[in-house]
């Protein structure tokens, strides 16, 4: 895979990436479950061109593929994740899904299946969660307040906390392409969300999409979908009260916002 990919250094691994990114040189390395999802991926970023933002590019192997026996390749970027940003974190987002507006929406994303997507067709589609109870029980308070929301969908960056880096002359840069097909103020919504739970901004992340068309609809939405995913990592990984007492916190905090 290594010889594929044009490396010659030993890889070394980079911290996150829950153990699946590797450095080698200037390339990063990155453990892919969906080769087609990931050769999509590295085909929308490289053809998005920016001036403000930094968009590490992807790497092709020898024979011109994206994928290499359940890896891909992209240049490694020196960024590293500044706490307290997320205002500039939300723009960021923003000025990508302005580039990548027009992108339509991949095949792939009729195929895949896992407790992301799962949770997301829950915050969207009305599929019931499963897991954890408790969790479940969380969600159903958050679908009970759920209204129509008429915007139109695109391709967005899911996961922009922790994703959204900065360099040495401080340009964003943007890492771990997350794709999903919603309105692209969802994600503002989620950065809102795991700001709140996670990365100690205080109930006033909670007004962050005051300005935003069905902005409380899309935070409740990002809830459930944090939610609906933690209900099934419960299941499967076994029960974390810390992890519910955030999450019932969440709940509250959205339930007084919409009283």
């Not at 906390?161 to 771990?176: A, E, K, Q, S, Y």
Request: aromatic fraction near 8%; glycine fraction near 8%.
């Amino acid at each position: 895979m290594l010889r594929a990919f044009g490396i010659t250094q030993t890889p070394e691994p980079l911290p996150g990436g829950a153990g699946r990114s590797w450095r080698a040189g200037g390339v990063v390395l990155k453990a892919v479950d969906d080769a087609e999802q990931a050769a999509w991926i590295a085909q929308t970023i490289t053809d998005v061109v920016s001036e403000s933002l930094v968009l590490p590019r992807p790497t092709p192997s020898a024979d011109g593929t994206w994928t290499v026996d359940g890896w891909t390749a992209s240049e490694y970027v020196e960024a590293h994740v500044v706490p307290g940003r997320w205002h500039e974190i939300i723009e960021a987002g923003r000025a990508f899904h302005v580039l990548i507006e027009n992108v339509p929406r991949p095949d792939w994303m009729d195929r895949t299946d896992d407790w992301w997507r799962r949770a997301d067709q829950v915050a969207w589609n009305g599929r019931l969660a499963v897991g954890d109870q408790s969790l479940v029980v969380l969600v159903d308070r958050l679908r009970a307040s759920c209204a129509s929301v008429p915007l139109a969908s695109q391709i967005i960056h899911a996961d922009l906390c922790g994703n959204v880096l900065f360099d040495g002359h401080d340009r964003p840069v943007i890492i771990d392409f997350s794709p999903y097909w919603r309105p692209a103020e969802w994600a503002s919504a989620i950065v809102a969300i795991d700001a709140f739970e996670w990365e100690g901004a205080g109930p006033g992340a909670l007004e962050w999409l005051d300005g935003v068309a069905y902005g409380d609809q899309l935070l409740l939405r990002a809830a459930m979908f944090r939610i609906a995913t933690s209900a099934e990592v419960a299941a499967a990984h076994g029960s974390n009260p810390a992890k519910y007492a955030v999450h019932r916190a969440t709940v509250e905090a959205l339930m007084q916002r919409l009283l």
